[in-house]
Every structure is written in structure tokens, then in C-alpha cells.
């Protein structure tokens, strides 16, 4: 499962992005004990990364 994720959150997204994505603001929120707005920033910034990425390329739905 760990060789999957490689390299998911690098460049552009793929089918594993998600998923790891929500797996961080888990790990973050209930391992780490940090708080809700830890869990939103870590959205908010994932979400302007894909946004911005290469200009407008991944704004709105996007496919893998």
C-alpha cells in the first residue's frame, strides 16, 4: 500500500490524492491532538496548491 502513495502529493493529483490527503488531517487532528482549524488549514492549503497548480490546469473537477 505505502509504494500506491508515492509521490501522491507531488506534482499533479492522482487517485491516491484524497486519501492521502484525508489521512494527514487525520493523523494531524487525532494522533497529534491538534485542533479543528489545524485540520482546515491543511485543507485551505492543499486546495490552493491543486488551484494554482500550473496555472488554472486543476482548478474545479478534476480526473486521473
Given at each position: ?13 492522482n ?28 485543507h ?21
Amino acid at each position: 500500500m505505502a509504494s500506491e502513495f508515492h509521490g501522491c502529493l507531488d506534482g499533479k493529483p492522482n487517485q491516491f490524492t484524497p486519501e492521502a490527503i484525508a489521512m494527514y488531517i487525520s493523523w494531524k487532528c487525532y494522533e497529534e491532538g491538534r485542533k479543528l482549524s489545524t485540520g482546515e488549514s491543511v485543507h485551505a492549503a492543499f486546495k490552493y496548491h491543486y488551484t494554482h497548480l500550473e496555472g488554472d490546469k486543476y482548478r474545479g473537477d478534476w480526473r486521473y
